[in-house]
């Protein structure tokens, strides 16, 4: 079966980085297009970062310039490099796989403030 395990997420002052990752199991990770999402209290989920099964990027104009979505298919593992972090980016932070339906993770929480 699909499962996604994110990790990576913790307590960051604001203007720190981090790294999430998600290790995937249970598909054919090489041949999948993955996403980042992220849900903050009291908000929708949101789309962050989407790679594609190519390698091609796409960002939210949220996070565009700052975040940095990269994937190592030996690895069956999709990084989010967040740099330059805001209190906004306050969420838990989930990755997907659309694989005849949608698969999520457990999410990671992320959490900036001073």
């Known amino acids: 079966q699909v499962q996604l395990v994110e990790s990576g997420g913790g307590l960051v002052q604001p203007g720190g980085s981090l790294r999430l990752s998600c290790v995937a199991s249970?598909?054919?990770?090489?041949?999948?297009?993955m996403r980042w999402f992220r849900q903050a209290p009291g908000k929708p989920r949101e789309l962050v970062a989407a790679i594609t099964s190519r390698g091609n990027t796409d960002y939210s104009n949220s996070v565009k310039g700052r975040f940095t979505i990269s994937r190592d298919n030996a690895k069956n593992t999709v990084y989010l490099q967040m740099n330059n972090l805001k209190p906004e980016d306050t969420a838990v932070y989930y990755c997907s796989v659309y694989d005849l339906v949608a698969y999520w993770g457990q999410g990671t929480q992320v959490t900036v403030s001073s």
């Open positions: 249970g598909f054919t990770f090489r041949l999948r297009d």
